[in-house]
C-alpha cells in the first residue's frame, strides 16, 4: 500500500473511534460529555473540617486517663483540663512539693508529649505528629461520612473528595441537580454524635442535679463539677415560633452508654401522641449492654445528648433492650434527616460550608443555549471566512476543524472530563486556534508558490518550514493551560482540560489530516495550480 | 483570495513612536486600574450572591430598601444579562461570627441566607398566603411539589413525582418563571386532577430563585492569591520556555509584551467596569497564551532569517520577518476575534467578562507582537552594543 493509503486508514480508525466516543448516550445527550454543574445545575460545596475538634476531643480522653492515674497514685485533688492551645492537657491542684513526682509519673506513660510544670500545673503538650494524624484521621472519616450521608440522601452522580492532599481539611462535594442546598448543607453539617447517658446521682444517692442556669447547677453540686461529670443544657424547640431555646441545665455523667455507633437503624416515625419522634434500633452486641444498664437503673434519667445538648430526658421505666426512640419537638423532615444523618453515623468534628455555588436548572439551561449559539455562530464565521479565504485548500481547513472539534469531544467523553461553561469557551476557542495552524501552513505554502516552487515542493516546503512555529507557540498555550489546571477548580478546570485538549488535537489535524487531504486529492497527477 | 499582497512596511523605524503609545496607554491603564478600581466578583470579594429572575421588572431601590430592613449590609443590587430589567444579581455581605458558637458561626449565616433573601424579598400579602399554606410555583422546588401533591391533593406518588417533574421541565426552560397560572395549566403533563389542586392552593409569586454563591472571607483571599500567582507563574513559564527554545533575550521581548498586554486588558477590564470572577483569570491566562503565541511566531522567523542571512542588519531583518508574517498574524487574530466575538455578544451575562478579557487581549496582543516584542530585541542588542562599545573605549 502506498504510504497515503496508511495514512488515510490511521484517519478513518481515529475519526471511527472519535464518531463511537462522542455518540450521544442517554443522559449524555450533548456530544456525550458529561456537563458540569454550571450547565446542568446543581450545587457545588466546599466543606471544612474542623479537625481542632478532634483533637480536643482525644485530649479529653487523655485528660481523663491523666486524672484517673494520678488519683490512683494517692494525688487525691488532681484535675485535668484540655488547654487553650491545641493538643494541650492541662494539670492542676497538685501540691507544690509534689509536682516533680507527679511529672515523672505521667512520664511513663505519655512518653512521646512534652511535659513540663509551669508554675503549680503540669502541662502536657501532644506532639504534632500525633496531632497530624489525628487531623488526617478526622478529615478520613468526615469523608466516609458525608458520603454515607450523600448516598443515604439519594443524589445521581455525586462527586465527593478530599481536597489538599494528607494535610488538607477541606472536602470537595459536587451535587447535581440538587436545587435546595439549604437541607443538604444542614444534613452534611450535623455533627450527629448521639449518646445515651446516665444523669449524675451524688454517691448518697441524691440527684438528679438540674436548675434554669448553668450556675444553679453548680451551686446544687455543692460548687464544684465532679470528675467525669459535665452540665449540659436542654434544648427545647418552641411549637410556635420554631426557635430553640434552653429550657434547664443537668448534670450529666460524662462517659456514654450508648453511642450512635451501637445504632442499626433509626426512623422516623410517629410517637405515642402522635408526635415526631426518631425511632432507633441497636445492635445485638449493644443491647445485651443496654439492657442490663437499664435494668440496674429503673427510676434514673437517662439524657439523650445529641452534639452536646440534651434533646429530651426520659426517666428509665422498665428494662430496655434493642429499640427507643427521641423525641423533642421535630418537624417530619427534620426527624427524616436526623434519622439518616444517624444511619450514617457521625462526624468526628463539626463541618462548616466555606463555599457554596449553586446554579438552579434553569440558569444552566440558558448558559447551554447561550454557549451552543455563540459556538456555532463563532464556528460558522471561521469555516466561511476559511472557504472564501483560501477556496480549496480552506475546505481541507474545514475537514481540519470539523474533525478538530470532533476530537476533542471525544477525547473529552472518554477521558470523563466535564463540559463547563468556561469550558464551551475553550471549545470555541480551540477553533480559532487550532485554524491557526492551518493559516501558518497555508500562508507558508503561498510564500513557496510566489517563489516560484512547484505545487509538491511548496507543499513540502510549507509543511516543513510552519512545523517549528506550530510547536513553539502550542507548546506555550499548553503551558498558560497547565497553570489554569492548577489553579482552577470546577469550571476554571474544564476549561483548561478542553483547552489542552484542543491543541494537542489540532497538532493532529492540522499537521497530520490536512497533509493527507492534499495528498490525496493531487495524487500521482503532476499539479500545475494549487487552489490556495 | 488575499487581503493583504506583499507588503513592506517599515515597522522598526517608527519604533520609538508605537513604544511611546503604549508607554501612553500603559498609564492609562493603571489610571483607569486606580480610578474605577477592578471591580470583584463573589469568588474574590467573599460574601453571597443571590441571582433572581422577576415576572416583572422590579424597582430596585426598593429591593434594596427591603434588604437594608431586614438587616442585610455590603448590599449591591444589580440587573443582570439582556433580561429587560427582569433579572438582577443581588449581593450581601456574610455576616461575622466566630466557629466558636457550636457549629453554626459561617456555617449557620450560609446555610439559610438564600431563604432569607428571598423572605425579605417577598411582599407582605405572598408572605401570608405562604404562612397560610398555599404554594409558590416559582419557588418550590421538585421535591416540594411533589410531597405537596402527594400529601395534600392526594395524588399516588407517581403521579405527583411525575407532575412535579413536568412543572420543574418548563421553568428550567422559560428562565425559571411562569407569569401566569394559565401557563401552568398549559405545562404537558400536569393533569387534570393535578390542575384542580394547583388552582386552588397554589399561587405564583413575583419572582423566582436562579443560582446562588457563597464565599467565605479565608477562600476569596485564597482564590486571590492563587489568582495572582498562576499569572505570574504563566508567565515565568513563558520565560523559561522561549529562554530555552530561543535566547534569553527573545524570552525577556517577549514577556514584557506580556505584560503590556495584560496591563492595558486590565485598563479596559476596569474602564469598561466588568467583573472579575474566575473565568476572567482563565481569560488572561489564555490571553498569555494567545499573545506570547504570535509572538513567537515572528520570532521563529527572525531566528530563520538570521540563520540564513546572518545578523548584520537586525533591524531590517525583523522588519523582513514582520512583513513576511503579517498576513498569517492578521488572519488567526481575525479567526480568533471572531469566536470571541460571538461569545461576547451570544454567550451570555456569565461569559461575557471572559469574552472582553480575550476580544480586547487578541487586538492589544496582536498589535504587541508587531510592535512592541520586536523593538525590544533590537533595543536589547543596542544596549549591549553600547556597553561592549564603551568596554573597548575603556580598555
Known sequence: ?532 | MRIIRETNIDFMGKRYLWLSISAVLIVLSFVAIAQKGIRKGVEFAGGAEVIVRYVQPPDLEVIRKKLKDAGFTGIAVTTFGETEGKEISIRVALERKGESDGGSGAAETGKDLAQRIVEALRPPEVTRKVADGLLDLNIADEVTIARRLQDDAGLDEVAASDVAAAITAWRKEHQGVFESMEQVRQVPGVTEEAWAWLSEHAFLGPFALRGQEFIEASVSKEMRDKAYGAILGALGGMLIYIWIRFQFQYGLAAILALVHDTIITLGAFAFAGMEANLPVVAAFLTLVGYSVNDTIVVFDRIRENIAQKGEGKLTELINLSINQNLSRTLITSLTTWFVVAALLFLGGPVIRPFAFVLFIGIIVGTYSSIYIASPLLVAWRNLFRAKGKKAAARA
Open chain 1, 1 to 532: 500500500m502506498k504510504p497515503v493509503t496508511w495514512k488515510l486508514l490511521i484517519i478513518l480508525a481515529v475519526l471511527a473511534w472519535a464518531v463511537f466516543q462522542a455518540w450521544p448516550r442517554p443522559g449524555r445527550p450533548f456530544l456525550n460529555m458529561r456537563l458540569g454543574l454550571d450547565l446542568k445545575g446543581g450545587s457545588h460545596l466546599v466543606m471544612r473540617v474542623l479537625t481542632d475538634d478532634a483533637v480536643k476531643a482525644e485530649c479529653d480522653l487523655a485528660a481523663t486517663r491523666i486524672a484517673t492515674k494520678l488519683r490512683k497514685e494517692g494525688f487525691t485533688r488532681v484535675r485535668a483540663s484540655v488547654g487553650e492551645r491545641v493538643g494541650e492537657v492541662i494539670v492542676t491542684g497538685i501540691p507544690a512539693d509534689r509536682l516533680a513526682e507527679a511529672k515523672a509519673r505521667l512520664e511513663d506513660e505519655w512518653s512521646t508529649w512534652a511535659i513540663s510544670i509551669e508554675g503549680d500545673r503540669i502541662v502536657l503538650q501532644m506532639p504534632q505528629s500525633e496531632i497530624a494524624t489525628i487531623r488526617d484521621r478526622a478529615v478520613r472519616q468526615a469523608l466516609n461520612t458525608i458520603r454515607n450521608r450523600i448516598d443515604e440522601f439519594g443524589v445521581a452522580e455525586p462527586n465527593i473528595q478530599r481536597l489538599g492532599g494528607k494535610e488538607g481539611d477541606r472536602i470537595l462535594v459536587q451535587l447535581p441537580g440538587v436545587e435546595d442546598p439549604a437541607r443538604v448543607k444542614k444534613i452534611l453539617q450535623t455533627q450527629a454524635r448521639l449518646e445515651l447517658r446516665l444523669a449524675y446521682y451524688a454517691p448518697d444517692g441524691s440527684g438528679p442535679f438540674r436548675g434554669l442556669t448553668k450556675e444553679d447547677v453548680i451551686a446544687q453540686l455543692g460548687g464544684e463539677v465532679p470528675p467525669g461529670v459535665e452540665i449540659l443544657p436542654y434544648e427545647e424547640i418552641d411549637k410556635k415560633t420554631g426557635e430553640r431555646k434552653i429550657r434547664e441545665w443537668m448534670a450529666v455523667e460524662k462517659s456514654a452508654i450508648i453511642t450512635g455507633s451501637d445504632l442499626q437503624d433509626a426512623r422516623p416515625n410517629r410517637g405515642q401522641w402522635g408526635d415526631v419522634v426518631v425511632s432507633f434500633e441497636l445492635r445485638v452486641s449493644a443491647a445485651e449492654r443496654f439492657a442490663r444498664f437499664t435494668r440496674e437503673n429503673i427510676g434514673h434519667i437517662m439524657p439523650i445528648v445529641l452534639d452536646g445538648k440534651i434533646r429530651s430526658a426520659p426517666v428509665i421505666r422498665a428494662e430496655i433492650s434493642t429499640n427507643g426512640q427521641i423525641e423533642g419537638s421535630f418537624t417530619y423532615e427534620e426527624a427524616e434527616d436526623l434519622a439518616l444523618v444517624l444511619r450514617a453515623g457521625a462526624l468526628p468534628a463539626r463541618v462548616v460550608t466555606i463555599e457554596e455555588r449553586t446554579v438552579g436548572p434553569s440558569l444552566g439551561w440558558d448558559s447551554i443555549q447561550a454557549g451552543i449559539r455563540a459556538a456555532a455562530l463563532g464556528f460558522i464565521l471561521v469555516l466561511v471566512f476559511m472557504v472564501i479565504y483560501y477556496k480549496g485548500a480552506g475546505i481541507n481547513a474545514v475537514v481540519a476543524l470539523v474533525m478538530n472539534l470532533l476530537l476533542v469531544a471525544a477525547a473529552m467523553a472518554s477521558l470523563g472530563a466535564t463540559l463547563t461553561l468556561p469550558g464551551i469557551g475553550g471549545f470555541i476557542l480551540t477553533v480559532g486556534m487550532a485554524v491557526d495552524a492551518n493559516v501558518l501552513i497555508f500562508e507558508r505554502i503561498r510564500e513557496e508558490l510566489r517563489a516560484g516552487r512547484t505545487v509538491r515542493g511548496a507543499l513540502d516546503q510549507g509543511f516543513g518550514k510552519a512545523l517549528s512555529a506550530i510547536i513553539d507557540a502550542n507548546i506555550t498555550t499548553l503551558i498558560a493551560a497547565l497553570f489554569l489546571f492548577q489553579y482552577g477548580t470546577g469550571p476554571v478546570r474544564g476549561f483548561a482540560v478542553t483547552l489542552s485538549i484542543g491543541i494537542l488535537a489540532s497538532m493532529f489535524t492540522a499537521i497530520f489530516v490536512s497533509r493527507t487531504i492534499f495528498d490525496l486529492v493531487i495524487g500521482d497527477r503532476p499539479v500545475q495550480r494549487l487552489s490556495i
